[in-house]
């Protein structure tokens, strides 16, 4: 999925992928829970349904891995700028649903910008403090992937890791 999101973007589609991990009691719900709210957010957002998928990435004694793909509808009219902030809302509804349902928003692949609200809901500030303080010592630049999960000294990049949001 990833591999083809800009290709897709270009056609008027709106792709992306998430994963979440948490315990067997609770994955269905989550499941349910992820597609049907994902679905109703696609036809708020984009104003024409749109098709979720969803399967199990790694399988734990604890729990196991759903990794969910969405399509929607874009811009129509090949306005990209319109169809990247459909995509926007539509991250940010997927982060917050997964938050919600009681899922972690870092398995596997899911740290990073895509990700870092979510991250931020999740993670205490003691320890985002104490890696902002080790990359100090180790980046005092912060030219090593700034705002991805933690600003660069000075500069607030926020949590959507857009540069100056709050």
């Known amino acids: 999925m990833p591999y083809y999101q ?9 792709v992306d992928t998430f994963e979440t991990a948490m315990t067997w009691d609770r994955w269905e719900v989550m499941y349910r829970g992820v597609v049907s709210g994902m679905q109703t957010a696609m036809v708020e957002i984009s104003g024409q349904p ?6 199990f990435t790694h399988v734990y ?7 969910f ?3 929607a509808i874009g811009s129509r009219r090949g306005d990209l700028q319109a ?4 995509w926007r809302e539509l991250k940010s509804h997927a982060n917050q649903l997964v938050i919600s349902l009681g899922g972690t928003i870092t398995h ?10 979510g991250y931020h809901a999740q993670s205490p500030d003691l320890y985002r403090g104490m890696l902002a303080a080790a990359k100090v010592e180790v980046d005092p630049q912060g030219v090593r ?3 991805v ?12 890791g857009v540069l100056g949001d709050p």
């Open 6 to 14: 800009n290709r897709l973007v270009a056609c008027g589609l709106i």
């Open 50 to 55: 749109g098709r979720v998928s969803c399967r």
């Open 61 to 67: 004694p604890d729990g196991p891995a759903l990794y």
């Open 69 to 71: 793909s969405f399509f």
């Open 83 to 86: 169809a990247l902030q459909m």
């Open 108 to 117: 596997h692949h899911a740290v990073g910008r895509d990700h870092r609200s």
């Open 145 to 147: 992937n700034p705002g």
């Open 149 to 160: 999960l933690i600003d660069p000294v000075g500069r607030n990049i926020g949590p959507s």
